[in-house]
């Protein structure tokens, strides 16, 4: 009964910048690890970052100096400031949340859009 909602897509010119976040409701776990995938138009999903509740920060090299994901352990809210964004980061952007079971929860998704 885990349910994420993500905000914040749009469209954006090449350096640019957007911030996503999301709000996860349910069945939360005390100690948990939050994040974002993303899926390019006819690619395969991938891993952008996650951030445990300790405030662990992971980053795909792709993003890594670029985005920054960030938590509020009270509200079980993550965010992603995505700053000098490129076409290639243009997917749908869906956040995560992994807890002690190892069951991963999906948003629903958020479209970005990075026009050269």
């Known amino acids: 009964q885990v349910q994420l909602v993500e905000s914040g897509g749009g469209l954006v010119q090449a350096g640019g910048s957007l911030r996503l976040s999301c709000a996860a409701s349910?069945?939360?776990?005390?100690?948990?690890?939050m994040g974002w995938y993303r899926q390019p138009p006819g690619k395969q999903r991938e891993l952008v970052a996650t951030i445990t509740s300790g405030g662990t920060k992971n980053y795909a090299d792709s993003v890594n100096g670029r985005f920054t994901v960030s938590r509020e352990n009270a509200e079980n809210t993550v965010y992603l400031q995505m700053n000098n964004l490129k076409p290639e980061d243009t997917a749908i952007y869906y956040c995560?949340?992994?807890?002690?079971?190892?069951?991963?929860?999906w948003g629903q998704g958020t479209q970005v859009t990075v026009s050269s």
């Open positions: 995560t949340l992994r807890v002690f079971t190892n069951t991963l929860y």
């Open positions: 349910g069945s939360i776990f005390r100690f948990n690890t």
